[in-house]
């Protein structure tokens, strides 16, 4: 059961869905925080199993890929997850628009447009996971309560922390990067400038909490990233990273209770 949700990126939509909670828990009350919550982490699994089918050649040479013939069902299932949302989502304008953006950055990012991926351009490829993700973290949220600066602060936290972490999963996939000419931080830097890199992101997003009293969860989370991050290198495998998302969802899960 374990292994499937990990192959099919599930327990990447469970980690999302936990953080939103979390963070989005005081902004909306009763069902409307959970179909929000339904609506975004349906989009992110969207994201991430059309990637996974568009990824099939690097993931074989990463010892990640899945068979040919779920590919398919990938694509069908990610065109699900993404227009189920649109029938709650419709009424609230805001939402609808930033889910649509993040939706075609999410597609562009696995499926060339203009010649390109934006997977395929340095830095362009971990700035648009973060945005993926921090955008319907934080901003959604913040544009429902009435922007404010620690919205703006912690959407400054999230950004930082999503691209110290893509950065760390780009050295997870360094062979199949390598093979198919995709300009990442490790393949370009090398991995030990891509942690050094990622240590910044993160103690830039510590002087943030710091520097704007946010709560101190962030800052455990951030030190707890930065545990992470020195335990990366080339010869980790995949299983190492997916544990970091397990654990993630259940941290974020106890924060709830």
Not at 47 to 61: G, L, M, P, R
Not at 99 to 114: D, N
Not at 159 to 169: H, I, K
Not at 192 to 198: D, F, H, M, P
């Amino acid at each position: 059961m374990l292994s499937a949700l990990i192959k099919y990126r599930a327990h990447v939509a469970l980690c999302f869905l936990a953080f939103f909670l979390v963070l989005n828990r005081t902004t909306y009350k009763g069902g409307d925080l959970w179909w929000m919550a339904a609506a975004f982490t349906l989009l992110n699994l969207a994201i991430y199993v059309f990637n996974k089918a568009t990824d099939v050649h690097e993931d074989a040479a990463n010892q990640t890929a899945i068979a040919r013939a779920a590919l398919p069902l990938l694509y069908y299932s990610s065109a699900l997850y993404f227009l189920l949302p649109l029938l709650w989502l419709r009424s609230n304008v805001p939402a609808l628009l930033i889910y649509i953006v993040i939706g075609g950055i999410g597609l562009w990012y696995s499926q060339a447009f203009l010649g390109f991926r934006l997977k395929e351009v340095l830095f362009v490829k971990n700035l648009a996971a973060a945005v993926i993700w921090a955008v319907p973290l934080v901003l959604v949220g913040a544009i429902e309560a009435g922007m404010a600066t620690a919205h703006l602060a912690t959407f400054g936290v999230v950004f930082l922390g999503v691209l110290a972490v893509e950065a760390m999963w780009d050295v997870r996939d360094l062979t199949g990067d390598r093979k198919f000419k995709i300009k990442t931080l490790p393949n370009v830097l090398g991995v030990n400038v891509t942690k050094l890199i990622s240590l910044c992101y993160l103690v830039a997003a510590a002087f943030v909490v710091w520097a704007y009293g946010l709560p101190t969860n962030l800052a455990i989370g951030i030190g707890l990233l930065g545990v992470y991050v020195a335990e990366v290198h080339e010869e980790r495998t995949p299983a190492f990273y997916h544990f970091f998302m397990v654990f993630w969802v259940v941290i974020m899960t106890l924060l709830l209770l």
